[in-house]
């Protein structure tokens, strides 16, 4: 049982640029988020799903696409990198809504857009 | 406690004393309250939760206590380690339309540094 799962742990791209960024959960769990950290800001909610097939806008969606086609995965693609990208992205996974004991997070990617 | 800006609120104390952390939520329609805990380079990890039916809810060496009236939320630490150095975030559950959907809303954090 590995939890949440997120690869690249770091990535630095040029401006323009495209990537995926990548999360996994093994527990089963039926919502799934992002959200990305910048210092002094907390956590902002970009996008969020509560099953396969099912994903919803958070509170900074632009610039972000995002797909759930299995209940495991849920990636995160950057369109075309911009420095105001540059953040930790932090992936979450809950059984239930996530006021149960709230979500269980991965480690983090660090993403640097220069 | 939470404030706007670019710069966390900290909060320093000494080893053995009570600690406690304060955060101010906006939507009166949140049912669920949480507070994670931060260590540096690490995700945030889940400290305790509380709903919104309830003022009091205790764990282990943590209390969180909800004021509805005043959307006020606190988490009191009992005898403070410097392992509980780190940032504290509060979080609310955003319900709607009759159903708690998977939006949680984080605060800006505290940065809480125990001193041995």
């Known amino acids: 049982n590995a939890g949440v799962t997120q690869t690249p742990k770091f990535q630095v791209l040029k401006t323009g640029q495209s990537m995926t960024l990548q999360c996994a959960q093994d527990?089963?769990?039926?919502?799934m988020s992002w959200y990305r950290q910048d210092p002094g800001m907390g956590l902002r909610l970009i996008h969020y799903s509560v099953g396969a097939g099912i994903t919803d806008q958070g509170e900074v969606p632009n610039g972000y696409n995002v797909s759930r086609s299995t209940t495991e995965d849920f990636p995160l693609r950057l369109l075309s990198a911009a420095p105001s990208q540059t953040s930790v992205y932090f992936c979450?996974?809950?059984?239930?809504?996530?006021?149960?004991?709230?979500?269980?997070f991965g480690s983090g990617t660090r993403l640097t857009v220069v | 406690g939470e404030s706007v800006g670019l710069h966390l609120p900290t909060l320093s104390v000494q080893e053995g004393d009570n600690s406690i952390i304060n955060c101010a939520y906006s939507?009166?329609?949140?049912?669920?309250f949480i507070w994670y805990k931060q260590e540096s380079g690490k995700g945030p990890q889940f400290i305790i939760d509380?709903?919104?039916?309830?003022d009091k809810r205790q764990g282990q060496r943590v209390t969180v206590l909800l004021n509805k009236t005043v959307k006020h939320l606190s988490l009191q630490i009992a005898a403070t380690q410097p392992g509980d150095s780190a940032v504290y975030f509060c979080a609310e559950n955003i319900r709607a339309g009759g159903t708690s959907y998977g939006k949680l809303t984080f605060g800006q954090g505290t940065i809480l540094t125990v001193h041995p």
């Open positions: 527990m089963n769990h039926e919502y």
């Open positions: 509380i709903r919104s039916n309830m």
């Open positions: 939507n009166s329609a949140s049912d669920y």
């Open positions: 979450a996974s809950s059984y239930g809504p996530p006021g149960t004991r709230g979500y269980t």
